[in-house]
């Protein structure tokens, strides 16, 4: 929503960052889907805007770890709120029916997020409100 501050792949390494407690940059390039150098070059810049930093790896000397600081932190949490306050106004101005619609999307999207490889999902017809959509 503000495109003065970070990309969106900058915020998910941050979101990923501070879900993930620290990590090395090649554990955070693999979480985000992009070649190490792609990574090293993300955590470079959320560095320089002082958002994570680099510190020791306890269990490896050779290597660092990428943890958020507190700037970081803030600025997930103070966009979250900004953008569950505008999904919240959206939400309100819809009928009964479409905010039942997009609440059955976000429990299959949910399903999809959460499975595991192997698992079958969850049958969407088993939820009574799911067969008003069926047609």
């Known amino acids: ?10 915020f998910s390494a941050l ?9 090395g940059v090649g554990h ?13 070059r993300l955590a470079d810049k959320l560095e320089e805007a002082g958002l994570v930093a680099r510190q ?8 660092v770890q990428i943890v958020a600081t507190a700037k970081g932190a803030e600025l997930l949490e103070r966009r979250a709120r900004i ?5 919240a106004e959206q939400l309100s ?9 997009v609440e059955c ?14 698992e079958q999902p969850a049958a969407g017809g088993d939820r009574p409100e799911a067969k008003e959509f069926q047609q």
């Open 1 to 10: 929503m503000d495109p003065n501050e970070l990309t969106i792949t900058q």
């Open 15 to 23: 979101a990923t960052v501070i879900r993930s407690g620290p990590l």
């Open 28 to 40: 955070l390039a693999e979480i985000e889907g992009l070649p190490s150098p792609a990574a090293t």
């Open 56 to 63: 020791p790896n306890p269990s490896d000397r050779r290597g």
């Open 83 to 87: 953008g569950n306050a505008w999904l």
């Open 93 to 101: 101005a819809l009928s009964k029916s479409d905010r039942l619609a």
């Open 105 to 118: 999307a976000v429990a299959v999207l949910e399903t999809f997020a959460t499975e595991r490889p192997g």
